[in-house]
């Protein structure tokens, strides 16, 4: 059974910094062999992509709202993805969820929320 746990959310002040973590077991096929994202939805939005990192080789793409302040890495040793999240801001606010996907199948975690407020 697949399961993705997500961790490091809270709250924090504008400007600050918080280092999301996902930590995945229970995978069919090597952890390595998947792409991981972290998704955020934000109350009375749609879910948005934040950032992808590829399979293996670690090919990081970031949402255009995020480039420069957030940072994808992935540690296939551990089987667990990270999210560096630097220079907060309120619009970031939103529960944060990391997403295994690998052809059709995809799997996702039950989110850690992040509030930034001062």
């Known amino acids: 059974q697949v399961q993705l746990v997500e961790s490091g959310g809270g709250l924090i002040q504008p400007g600050g910094s918080l280092r999301l973590s996902c930590a995945a077991s229970?995978?069919?096929?090597?952890?390595?062999?998947?792409?991981m994202s972290w998704y955020r939805q934000a109350p009375g939005k749609e879910r948005e992509l934040v950032a992808t990192?590829?399979?293996?080789?670690?090919?990081?793409n970031y949402a255009d709202s995020v480039k420069g302040r957030f940072t994808i890495s992935r540690d296939n040793a551990k089987s667990a993805v990270y999210l560096q999240m630097n220079s907060l801001k309120p619009e970031d606010t939103a529960v944060y969820s990391c997403?295994?996907?690998?052809?059709?199948?995809?799997?996702w975690g039950q989110g850690t929320q992040v509030t930034v407020s001062s």
């Open positions: 997403n295994a996907r690998l052809g059709s199948s995809s799997h």
């Open positions: 990192i590829s399979n293996r080789y670690g090919s990081p």
């Open positions: 229970g995978f069919t096929f090597s952890f390595s062999s998947y792409a």
